[in-house]
């Protein structure tokens, strides 16, 4: 069974960082693009981040450019995201997604999310 | 910056036929997908590629795209079809996401 499940979310004060983990089983990791995608408490989902297969690529949403850094380790099956300069917008719950690329590319599956909460 | 827009909420009556709408710019010259997302829930894909269905997904769902909208119709509306949908589509090798439509199934 494909599964990826996130830690490392919680309370953390503005202007702090936390790293995120995600690990994944069930399938070839190295073979993946993998992304992050975040939703704001009663909001909608945005795109965070994605990472190609070796690491050599990596894509951000414009509102954490410079402050968050996506990472993976192949040989342990594990997507990161190392957050940086913490805002109170970035609290969210955090999802970590498979990239199916096709034509087009599509996220499955999803894991089950990690709340992040940025507050003093 | 690409953006998606969706109607935030539609209802249906059970049995009936439910259309959410995605609107974008020259949509119809990108690849669309959605997703369904229940309440505490992550979200679970149900169209890809404008209009496939992954497996496991009840042949009630269905999706097109052309020009500028993207379309998910979902027909003999069930109970359990109740929730929030998103559109989802690339640009310039980043991820859009559509604002989101609750569906509401009467």
């Known amino acids: 069974e494909v599964q990826l499940v996130e830690s490392g979310g919680g309370l953390v004060q503005p202007g702090g960082s936390l790293r995120l983990s995600c690990a994944a089983s069930?399938?070839?990791?190295?073979?993946?693009?993998m992304s992050w995608v975040r939703q704001a408490p009663g909001k909608g989902l945005e795109w965070v981040a994605n990472?190609?297969?070796?690491?050599?690529?990596?894509y951000y949403v414009d509102s954490v450019k410079g402050r968050f850094t996506i990472s993976r380790d192949n040989a342990k099956n594990s997507l990161y995201l190392q957050m940086n300069s913490l805002r109170a917008e970035d609290t969210a719950v955090y999802y970590c997604?498979?990239?199916?690329?096709?034509?087009?590319?599509?996220?499955?599956?999803w894991g089950q999310g990690t709340l992040v909460t940025v507050s003093s | 910056s690409y953006e998606l827009t969706q109607p935030p909420s539609v209802s249906v009556s059970s049995g009936q036929t439910a259309s959410i709408t995605c609107s974008g710019d020259?949509?119809?010259?990108?690849?669309a997908c959605w997703y369904q997302q229940k309440p505490g829930q992550s979200p679970v894909l149900v169209i890809y590629q404008d209009s496939k269905r992954p497996s496991g997904i009840p042949e009630r769902f269905s999706g097109s795209n052309s020009g500028n909208t993207a379309t998910l119709t979902i027909s003999g509306t069930q109970a359990m079809d109740e929730a929030d949908y998103y559109c989802?589509?690339?640009?310039?090798?980043?991820?859009?996401f559509g604002t989101g439509t609750k569906v509401t199934v009467l």
């Open positions: 989802q589509a690339w640009d310039s090798s980043t991820g859009v």
């Open positions: 997604a498979r990239e199916i690329l096709g034509s087009g590319r599509w996220f499955d599956p």
């Open positions: 020259k949509l119809g010259d990108k690849y």
């Open positions: 990472i190609n297969q070796d690491g050599s690529e990596k």
């Open positions: 069930g399938f070839t990791f190295s073979g993946y693009w």
